[in-house]
T-cell receptor
């Protein structure tokens, strides 16, 4: 029972480099989202998707791109990494309406450092 | 803008002690509130969900309460154990695009 799988778990980038954080879920969930967690702050929503082909911005979308070509995968792309994007990134998935029923499942996180 | 505060940021208690974690929010227009547990290097695990119409929810040694009018929720942990050591986060559903607004968390350490 894999649940939500994030790769890589750790990554170090130089300023200006690009990379993609991968997120995959095997629960056939319609809703997927990306959060970032910074010290002293709560998790903040970056982007989310309610189904294949549908994405929308969250609270802090600048500098990030997403796409949803399949139900299972929701990659997060950093186009030109900046030190301000140093953070721990979490992917979460749920059935539609999962936030109303508490059915939100998180991956183990990807720790990104931008030098 | 909804702001969610959790005080204290860190707490250390001896095993067996009963404890209360606090979550305060500025806007009472919420649909539900959820408590999560986060272990180091791991993702978040849902503990309890309280709908806005409810006053409390219980699961084992955990009891969560909600007072919308005062903008507060508490998580009560009875007879704490070292295995309860983790960071506890509260999160509010305000009905906006399936988005949760998270608190900053309380890091709990239960010592032997």
């Amino acid at each position: 029972n894999a649940g939500v799988t994030q790769t890589p778990k750790f990554q170090v980038l130089k300023t200006g480099q690009s990379m993609t954080l991968q997120c995959a879920q095997d629960m056939n969930h319609e809703y997927m989202s990306w959060y970032r967690q910074d010290p002293g702050m709560g998790l903040r929503l970056i982007h989310y998707s309610v189904g294949a082909g549908i994405t929308d911005q969250g609270e802090v979308p600048n500098g990030y791109n997403v796409s949803r070509s399949t139900t299972e995968d929701f990659p997060l792309r950093l186009l030109s990494a900046a030190p301000s994007q140093t953070s721990v990134y979490f992917c979460a998935s749920s059935p539609l309406g999962g936030v109303w029923t508490g059915e939100l499942f998180f991956g183990e996180g990807s720790r990104l450092t931008v030098l | 803008k909804q702001e969610v505060t959790q005080i204290p940021a860190a707490l250390s208690v001896p095993e067996g002690e009963n404890l209360v974690l606090n979550c305060s929010f500025t806007d009472s227009a919420i649909y539900n509130l959820q408590w999560f547990r986060q272990d180091p290097g791991k993702g978040l695990t849902s503990l309890l969900l309280i709908q806005s119409s409810q006053r409390e929810q219980t699961s084992g040694r955990l009891n969560a309460s909600l007072d919308k009018s005062s903008g507060r929720s508490t998580l009560y942990i009875a007879a704490s154990q070292p295995g309860d050591s983790a960071t506890y986060l509260c999160a509010l559903n305000t009905g906006t695009a399936s988005k949760l607004t998270f608190g900053t968390g309380t890091r709990l350490q239960v010592t032997l």
